[in-house]
C-alpha cells in the first residue's frame, strides 16, 4: 500500500465514526489496517476546520480524537504490541457495524417515497360469534372461579374475628387490685404466686405491669431475684422515710 497523505474534507458529518468511514472511503484504505498515524492528522485537521469556522464540537468528537492520539501513542511502545492490537481491533469492529448499519439506513431511505400512494384500509365486518366448543367441566370450573372472585370483594365474615373478639380483655387496674389483694395485712408472699391464678397470656401482662406500677408508686417492695423473690407491702412509715 502506498503511504499517500490523506486529501479529503468533510463539511457535515453525523459522528466520528461517520467521519472515520468517510476518510477510509474516500481514500481506500483497508479498513483492517488502518494506519492509525495517517489518519489521525486528517481526523484533528478537520476538528480544526471546525473549529476556524465557529462550529459546535461534541464532546464525543473530541473523545474520539483522545482515543486515536491514545493509539497512536502506544503504538510506539514495543511492549504493548498486544495491547495496540486489541485497541485496533475494537476500532475496527465498530467502524464495521456502523458501516453495516449506514448500508441499512440508506436502503431504507430509498424504500421510503414521500411521492407513494397509500389507500386507507376498507372496512372489515367481523363476525364476533363465538365458534370455539369446551368442555362442560372446564365451563364449571371457570364460573366457580369467577364467583370466587366476586366473593373476595364482600366483607370477612364475623368468624374471621372471633379469634380477636374472644379474647378476654384485662386492665392493669383490675391486676392492682388484684395484686393489693394478695398482700394485705402485710402478707409477704413470692414473685411466681402473683401468676398463679393467670390462665391467659393478657393476664400475665396486666399483672406484671401492675406489679412494676406499684413498685413505681413505692407500694409495693421487691427483695431478691428471680421468681423466688419476695414481695411485701411497704409500711406507710417506711414510706415516709423514703
Not at 490523506?6 to 453525523?14: D, I, N, S, V
Not at 431475684?225 to 407491702?233: E, L, R
Request: include cysteine; hydrophobic fraction near 40%.
Amino acid at each position: 500500500m502506498d503511504s499517500q497523505p490523506l486529501q479529503y474534507r468533510l463539511e457535515a458529518f453525523e459522528g466520528p465514526l461517520d467521519l472515520l468511514l468517510t476518510l477510509i472511503s474516500k481514500n481506500k484504505i483497508d479498513i483492517y489496517d488502518i494506519p492509525i498515524a495517517e489518519l489521525i492528522e486528517q481526523y484533528l485537521e478537520q476538528i480544526k476546520v471546525m473549529q476556524e469556522n465557529q462550529l459546535d464540537i461534541e464532546s464525543e468528537f473530541l473523545t474520539m480524537a483522545s482515543r486515536l492520539v491514545y493509539i497512536k501513542s502506544v503504538m510506539l511502545l514495543p511492549k504493548y504490541e498486544e495491547e495496540v492490537e486489541e485497541l485496533k481491533k475494537e476500532l475496527t469492529g465498530q467502524l464495521i457495524e456502523y458501516a453495516i448499519c449506514r448500508q441499512i439506513a440508506k436502503k431504507f431511505s430509498e424504500i421510503y417515497d414521500y411521492d407513494s400512494f397509500y389507500r386507507e384500509e376498507s372496512p372489515v365486518e367481523y363476525d364476533l360469534t363465538y365458534n370455539r366448543i369446551h368442555p362442560s367441566e372446564d365451563i364449571a370450573k371457570a364460573y366457580v372461579s369467577a364467583v370466587g372472585r366476586g366473593k373476595r370483594k364482600l366483607p370477612p365474615p364475623e368468624s374471621a374475628f372471633s379469634v380477636i373478639v374472644a379474647r378476654k380483655f384485662v386492665s392493669v387496674s383490675s391486676r392492682i387490685i388484684h395484686v393489693m389483694r394478695k398482700l394485705w395485712k402485710g402478707r409477704r408472699i413470692e414473685y411466681q404466686e402473683l401468676f398463679d391464678a393467670c390462665e391467659e397470656k393478657s393476664e400475665l401482662v396486666a399483672t406484671f405491669l401492675a406489679t412494676l406500677e406499684l413498685v413505681k408508686g413505692k407500694r409495693v417492695r421487691v427483695d431478691g431475684d428471680g421468681d423466688h423473690a419476695i414481695v411485701y407491702m411497704i409500711d406507710n412509715k417506711e414510706n415516709k422515710n423514703v
